[in-house]
């Protein structure tokens, strides 16, 4: 399994990224993480998503992310330092 870090989703920036302020990070994580950073959705597993990418809206993921304890498996780094990754919610106090 790769990195994975959690925290709660702030401001979208398009239909597919928004902030993460990272609260938790794995141990044994390969790489360092900020306390915010910028995510770009690769898959998820939300409630109220579509599956579709080509179904989601900034609003969509505004509704899903923002204010919610999220888990992000990260993928890797684009060129500009944003993590792609997996998202979902991640269970109270459980990550």
Do not use: Q
Request: charged residues 25%; hydrophobic residues 30%; glycine residues 10%.
């Amino acid at each position: 399994m790769g990195d994975v870090i959690w925290g709660n989703g702030s401001n979208t920036l398009s239909a597919s990224s928004f902030v993460l302020n990272v609260t938790h990070r794995k141990n044994g994580n390969r790489d360092d993480y900020s306390d915010m950073e910028k995510i770009t959705v690769t898959s998820v597993d939300l409630p109220g998503m579509p599956r579709n990418k080509d179904d989601w809206t900034e609003e969509s993921l505004r509704a899903c992310v923002v204010d919610a304890f999220l888990k992000c498996e990260v993928e890797r780094r684009d060129e500009s330092g944003t993590i792609m990754g997996k998202i979902s919610h991640s269970g109270a106090g459980g990550y």
